[in-house]
Nanobody
Framework: QVQLVESGGGLVQAGDSLRLSCVASGGTFSGTVMGWFRQAPGKEREFVAAITWIASTTYGKDSMKGRFTISRDNTKNTLYLQMNNLKPEDTAVYYC??????????????????WGQGTQVTVSS
């Protein structure tokens, strides 16, 4: 059973940066596709970014491109999301997700097998 634990969220001001981490345990990290999603109050879960085992990346809507960077360290079973120039509209709970034995980036929540508990990111104006 794979477990995912996110960390790195917090309260920041607009323009600040945060780096989220997600540590995977309890199973093999090899061959997984990892993703980040976020969910703001009253809204649906939204795709942020995904990365394949060989570090091919896919990002969500244009407002995230150029500000967010997804990466992974396979030696540490850890997924990262570097978020720069944060905006109030980035406020949400951020979740990491894992899909076992996949090769292509997955952009829909239903395509993932495992989820973390989420970490809150709040950006004040």
């Amino acid at each position: 059973q794979v477990q995912l634990v996110e960390s790195g969220g917090g309260l920041v001001q607009a323009g600040d940066s945060l780096r989220l981490s997600c540590v995977a345990s309890g199973g093999t990290f090899s061959g997984t596709v990892m993703g980040w999603f976020r969910q703001a109050p009253g809204k649906e879960r939204e795709f942020v970014a995904a990365i394949t085992w060989i570090a091919s990346t896919t990002y969500g809507k244009d407002s995230m491109k150029g500000r967010f960077t997804i990466s992974r360290d396979n030696t540490k079973n850890t997924l990262y999301l570097q978020m720069n120039n944060l905006k109030p509209e980035d406020t949400a709970v951020y979740y990491c997700a894992a899909r076992i034995r996949a090769t292509d980036a997955i952009t829909i929540a239903g395509g993932y097998d495992y989820w973390g508990q989420g970490t809150q990111v709040t950006v004040s104006s």
